[in-house]
């Protein structure tokens, strides 16, 4: 499936879409340590916490339509770490598995430094295979491993961090 693929600033009027996408990878325990679905109202702080300069929030589009979100937020927020920055990823069910991640991943790699961001994190699943090998193919090496802090439907799981320097 090649898709031709667009990405603008998420409005308010987003929020709905990237709830409901976000909301849709909590049960396959892979992708977000939420365990049950969040509300448009939970995430609006975390919305206005973004702003198209330096931590932006994308949705991406196909044919008009919202088949993911990408953010970069605030690692550890304290201002000696402002050049360094979360990804954050979700897909939609049905695009998922076409190579959407590579674009995105792509687009956020060579937009970060505009934004002031010269280091990105990934925080990502052990068992999350595909995610993993994402971020290593765009270089992303592993940069800490946690072993066993998230309990999900009873089995503990590990979470990998992932990170790469943008310096040129």
């Known amino acids: 499936m090649a898709l031709e693929i667009s990405f603008r600033d998420a409005t308010l009027e987003d929020l709905p879409k990237i709830v409901e996408i976000y909301n849709s990878?909590?049960?396959?325990?892979?992708?977000?340590?939420?365990?049950?679905?969040?509300?448009?109202?939970?995430?609006?702080?975390?919305?206005?916490?973004?702003?198209?300069?330096?931590?932006?929030l994308w949705v991406v589009e196909?044919?008009?339509e919202i088949c993911g979100w990408v953010s970069l937020q605030d690692f550890y927020g304290r201002p000696a770490y402002q050049a360094t920055a979360e990804v954050s990823i979700y897909l939609d069910e049905k695009f998922r598995g076409h190579g959407l991640g590579k674009t995105v991943l792509s687009k956020v790699?060579?937009?970060?430094?505009?934004?002031e961001?010269?280091?990105?994190?990934?925080?990502?699943?052990?068992?999350?295979?595909?995610?993993?090998?994402?971020?290593?193919?765009?270089?992303?090496?592993?940069?800490?491993?946690?072993?066993?802090?998230?309990?999900?439907?009873?089995?503990?799981?590990?979470?990998?961090?992932?990170?790469?320097?943008?310096?040129?």
């Open 62 to 64: 196909t044919s008009g």
């Open 117 to 168: 961001v010269d280091t990105l994190l990934g925080f990502i699943f052990g068992h999350n295979e595909p995610s993993l090998r994402l971020f290593e193919k765009f270089g992303f090496e592993k940069w800490g491993h946690f072993s066993e802090v998230a309990t999900l439907d009873g089995a503990k799981r590990d979470l990998v961090i992932m990170g790469i320097k943008l310096h040129k």
């Open 25 to 56: 990878t909590i049960a396959g325990r892979m992708v977000t340590a939420d365990t049950e679905p969040v509300t448009v109202e939970n995430r609006l702080k975390w919305f206005h916490e973004h702003n198209a300069a330096k931590r932006p």
């Open 109 to 115: 790699i060579e937009t970060a430094p505009s934004c």
